[in-house]
């Protein structure tokens, strides 16, 4: 199954062992991103080392791990779909996930209820739903 794949679910793989970490390697699911994505790691990098207590090499070992499940999209495969993103997206920090999902026609992982709520047009999976499917 493809999916965008949105920071917040990375960083809960990051944060903690668990359902989402051990998704994340699922050969039944094949990841996408926009190419920003990692940007968000080295952004917030301080609090996440705090979070998981990791010393920055384990962290950045990690991120490179990421960063091979990954298929991360360049905004210029998806820019004719950003406006149409930017219309949907409830929170304007989204819109090149759901510009991106537009592009590729599937859902987005994330835990962002309001990805969900506020809007009908792009599917939204959490990891419990990935779960429920078996993947």
Avoid: C
């Avoid at 920055?56 to 820019?79: C, W």
């Avoid at 090149?96 to 592009?103: E, G, I």
């Amino acid at each position: 199954m493809d999916v965008v794949i949105d920071a917040n679910i990375l960083f809960a793989a990051l944060i903690k062992k668990n359902d989402t970490s051990r998704l994340m390697f699922s050969d039944k699911l094949k990841l996408h991103a926009p190419e920003f994505i990692f940007d968000e790691f080295t952004k917030y990098k301080d609090v996440l080392l705090e979070k998981t207590h990791r010393l920055e090499d384990e962290f950045f070992h990690l991120v490179s791990i990421f960063k091979q499940r990954i298929h991360v999209v360049s905004k210029n495969e998806y820019q004719e779909y950003l406006e149409k993103g930017r219309e949907i997206a409830p929170d304007p920090k989204d819109d090149a996930y759901f510009a991106l999902a537009l592009k590729l026609n599937v859902p987005i992982w994330t835990h962002d209820k309001k990805s969900k709520e506020k809007q009908a047009i792009i599917e939204i999976i959490t990891t419990k739903d990935l779960l429920l499917m078996n993947l």
